[in-house]
């Protein structure tokens, strides 16, 4: 029983590079989310899902881009890694966007040099 | 503008001792709170959750205490173990549909044994 799945767990850009963060969760969840948390901060909201082709943006969505080809999988797109996006992000699910708790993955930390 | 807050960023406690950890919040139209517990190189994981219409959820040595009129929550754990050092991030939301989840900035809990 998986869960939440991220990958990768560990990555480093240099400024101007772009990468893709994955998500995948095995629990039929129709919310998907992204968050990214900085030191001594909460998690903030980039961009969620109420359903497969549904997107929608969170509090911090500039610099993203994802998509929901699939109930399953949930990427999260970086263009033109910037500084300011080093960060860990988790990604989570939920059965329902009311109230149920979040399921989450284990996070990537991100490094952009 | 931290609608949540948690204004202690760590605590210690005795093993066997109370652990008591406070959040504030400030937007009137939160009605649904909970507290996530969080390892380190792991995702946050759902601990307990309490209504607005309760001022009080128990689950194991877990409970939540709500005073709507002061706008403040605290959980309390009891006895206090080992295991439990962590941090402890406060969230909040409201009800209807798909309602955005706003986090606190976490508490760090160190149980001494």
């Known amino acids: 029983n998986a869960g939440v799945t991220q990958t990768p767990k560990f990555r480093i850009l240099k400024i101007g590079q772009s990468m893709t963060l994955q998500c995948t969760q095995d629990?039929?969840?129709?919310?998907m989310y992204w968050y990214r948390q900085d030191p001594g901060m909460g998690l903030k909201l980039i961009y969620y899902?109420?359903?497969?082709?549904?997107?929608d943006k969170g509090e911090v969505p500039n610099g993203y881009n994802v998509s929901r080809s699939t109930t399953e999988d949930f990427p999260l797109r970086l263009e033109l890694a910037a500084p300011s996006q080093t960060s860990v992000y988790f990604c989570?699910?939920?059965?329902?966007?009311?109230?149920?708790?979040?399921?989450f993955g284990n996070g990537t930390r991100l490094t952009v040099t | 503008d931290q609608q949540v807050k948690q204004n202690s960023p760590s605590l210690s406690v005795q093993e066997g001792r109370i652990s008591i950890l406070n959040c504030d919040y400030t937007?009137?139209?939160?009605?649904?709170f909970l507290w996530y517990k969080k390892y380190p190189a792991e995702g946050p994981t759902f601990l307990i959750s309490?209504?607005?219409?309760?001022d009080k959820n128990e689950d194991g040595r877990f409970t939540v205490f709500l005073n709507k009129s002061a706008k403040h929550l605290s959980l309390h754990i009891v006895p206090s173990q080992p295991g439990d050092s962590a941090v402890y991030f406060c969230?909040?939301?409201?009800?209807?549909?798909?309602?955005?989840?706003?986090f606190g900035t976490g508490t760090k809990l160190q149980v001494i044994p």
């Open positions: 989570a699910s939920s059965y329902m966007g009311d109230n149920s708790p979040l399921h």
């Open positions: 629990m039929n969840h129709n919310y």
């Open positions: 899902s109420v359903g497969a082709g549904i997107t």
């Open positions: 937007n009137s139209m939160f009605d649904y």
């Open positions: 309490i209504s607005s219409i309760k």
């Open positions: 969230a909040a939301s409201g009800t209807g549909g798909y309602q955005k989840v706003t």
